[in-house]
């Protein structure tokens, strides 16, 4: 007997069905990651103030834990028939990440990643450069280092992920 939750196949739109699951993981991937640095951009600009990058990575993507994992049953693997069960098994896959990617945005603020590349693009591609930014502006700049976080972490929760809640038709075929 599987101790995975049994999915129940029912995708957002049966049509999606039809689309290799890797092409589904793709596209929930840029959606997730569009909505997740949304957040955490935003959340950068009104608490930097009170709390490191990392503490602040840390807090949304505890947040986004559901968000995501929603969008995911939706979009890639299917509404589970035990969407807690679903969740929780998923969990350890979120918060592997967020140590992850907390540990990395830590990293990458100590050796002032930001800034070197805010320099790199000035030099090798000036037509970039922005202009005239505020103080405010120019401490909360976190964009390089959560992008690099974000191409991080996003490969090791789609590993983890598909050995979680991709169907096995092994031990499926098992249970029959």
Same mark, same amino acid.
């Given at each position: ?8 196949? #029912?995708?957002?739109?049966?049509? !999606?069905?039809? $689309?290799? /699951? ?5 596209? @929930? ?59 929780? #098994?998923?969990?350890?896959?979120? !918060?592997?990440? $967020?140590? /992850? ?5 830590? @990293? ?69």
């Amino acid at each position: 007997m599987s101790t995975q939750p049994h999915i129940n196949c #029912s995708v957002i739109h049966r049509s !999606l069905n039809n $689309i290799n /699951l890797q092409v589904r993981f793709g596209v @929930y991937g840029t959606l997730s990651s569009a909505l997740f640095m949304l957040m955490y951009n935003a959340a950068v600009y009104r608490l930097d103030a009170y709390y490191v990058p990392s503490t602040i990575y840390a807090g949304v993507y505890a947040v986004f834990i559901p968000i995501q994992h929603a969008m995911a049953s939706c979009m890639v693997f299917g509404w589970p028939d035990r969407y807690i069960a679903s969740l929780m #098994s998923n969990v350890p896959i979120a !918060l592997t990440a $967020i140590a /992850l990617g907390s540990w990395l945005t830590a @990293y990458l603020d100590t050796i002032n990643f930001n800034e070197v590349c805010d320099e790199i693009v000035s030099e090798y591609f000036g037509f970039m450069k922005t202009q005239h930014k505020t103080d405010k502006e120019e401490n909360n700049n976190e964009f390089y280092s959560s992008m690099f976080v974000l191409i991080v972490t996003s490969f090791w929760s789609f590993v983890l992920s598909v050995l979680v809640n991709a169907p096995t038709e092994a031990s499926e075929k098992k249970d029959l």
